[in-house]
């Protein structure tokens, strides 16, 4: 079973007049336990991408299966749920929620999990989140009271909070210095050879290093 | 897990000073506005069932009837009348020669006697029941000259030492000048009614008895007196259909209080249209600012149904963070409006200043639609733009 499949997805934005093709024609599978790298020319289509196997945004044309279930098929409900218990999201735009803590920002994914039955569960799971990205001492801190790295780290904990099997990851190294940028690489790779599989943006050449498989899209097209 | 998710909302709510510049400011217009609306109903409700119904207004006249004797039965049979009486009274004034020379100079104070047949409504919430003995009821500030109409206020009597004694009272154009002791029963606050600063009270039999000794004039007035204020219109229209035109004894310019009021509320409506600016200006900067909230949820797996509930929860909040807020606010205004009103609006000296409970029950539903139908909005928009932008 693969993680996720995409056949011949293309995706168009704007109106007849002022048409782009963001993404043109790809077909494509991801494997459990890999790390992918995609790379490529700023508007080559990266993000679009991510967005459209995350489920966050419709593709024009073309199929997509998420753990060999045709994402076409299913309700805007189960979607929704695709998104919160199968996939970890780890995107520079979205930032943490400013009025919550670190903690309470990871619990958030959680709240709306039928698994938990008991919110002093979640807490606990959160607080192991964090001390696994090594913010055991910042549990109670909002936000802006954290550094670029320490919010990339509690997203990051947000992105495994409902233990998904895929990590999309948007630069999520954008911001960081290196000494930051390798502890998250380092992180996501752990975490492949734990089965997950990770897809990752990066223009960092560093980020070379650990992918297992690195693609590269121009113009919207696979190379 | 509805109670964590409660206490998240919540926590987010308080964390957002923008939330508290919103209730705080949803607050202060509403408020106003009941208490302008509560001056109003104060003024209606004082003028409605106090004043009015004051014993002078319940009093009606009917001139020279045709046939005087059924126009009398007629209103004996109507319940909504108290008495009826056949009158000389509100004729000429009687001197009081006791208070002769009180103001050292020539004039003699005087008085205007009513004949009435029911109770009056005197000082301290007492109904003194007129008999139909020599005895009257005073007013309390007791004003004997007027100067163009107007009671010249310095040259005021206090009564309230006559109350239980008897005073002279003398007809004025006669030459049969007859004395008649009279015994102060009581004193009535005039400043109910403004003018009849030297109007007193009588039995209307005891008053006709001594009409006809000082004068023996043909009766040419039928007066009859309501039992409430209310019956006023039904009665008038009664007696026009069977052709008698009653007038009213004494005239009110009806509730001067309320149309001085109108200023007021323009007032209020100004601060309530800047104010109502002002938060929708707000309301479009949360929306921008939920923008970035409401794609996250959406992006962590928040259905609509999820992403709905949080927001009916956040207008919950506004809600109830809005009306505390508000009964502060009302609280405040009216201490300070029972300081500011009596010395700028006078006609308001005597009201006692009553929450309107109707205006605040619509306020709060109105505030309880538009909480909610604030949140609705901000959800629909971060639904839309989420299309482009995520
Ligand atoms: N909402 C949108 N509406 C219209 N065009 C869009 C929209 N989002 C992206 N595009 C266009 O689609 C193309 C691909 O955009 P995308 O964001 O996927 O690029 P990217 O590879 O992530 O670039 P970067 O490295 O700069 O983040 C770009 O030409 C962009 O202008
Ligand atoms: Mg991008």
Known sequence: MSAIKIKNISKEYGTKNKKVHALDNITKEFQYGKFYLITGHSGSGKTTLLKIMGLVDNETKGEIFIKDKDVAKLSVKEKAEIRNKEIGFIFQEFYLDKYLTALENVTIPMLINKKYKDYSEIKKRSTDLLKQVGLESRIKHFPKELSGGEQERVAIARALANNPDIILADEPTGNLDIANEEYVFEYLKKLSEEGKCIIMVSHSKDALKYADEVIELKEGKLL | MIIPRIKIVLKKFFRNKLNYIICLLIAFCFSFSIMISSLTYSAKEYYENDIFNFVSYRIFSISNPQNKESLIKTLNNMPEIESVFDSYGYMSPWELPSFYNYF????????????????????????????????????????????????????????????????????????????????????????????????????????????????????????????????EESVTNKLQNIGYYPDPVIFLNRMPAIDSLNMLVYISYGIFGVVAIIILALVYYKILKDKENNMLNKLLGYSNKNSLFNYVIDALLLFIFSIILLFVFVFLLLKIFKVIIPKYYTSFKNIPLLISYSSLIKTICLIFILSLLLNIIIFIFGQKREKHNV
Not at chain 2, 123 to 148: A, D, G, H, R, W
Not at chain 2, 185 to 199: A, E, F, P, R, T
Request: proline share 5%; with cysteine; hydrophobic share 30%.
């Open chain 2, 104 to 231: 050292s100079d020539t004039k003699t104070p005087s008085i205007w006697l009513l004949g009435i047949g029911g109770s009056i409504d005197a000082n301290n919430n007492q109904k003194i029941n007129l008999t139909n003995k020599l005895e009257m009821v005073c007013p309390s500030m007791y004003i004997p000259y007027t100067q163009n109409g107007v009671p010249i206020k310095d040259k005021e009597i206090d009564l309230t030492s006559y109350v239980g004694k008897t005073l002279t009272i003398k007809y004025i154009d006669s030459n049969n000048p007859k004395e008649y002791e009279v015994k102060l029963v009581g004193l009535y606050d005039n400043d109910k009614i403004g003018k009849n600063y030297d109007m007193c009270y009588m039995n209307y039999q005891a008053l006709e008895k001594i009409n006809k000794e000082v004068l023996n004039l043909p009766k040419t007035n039928i007066y009859y007196e309501l039992k409430n204020i209310i019956y």
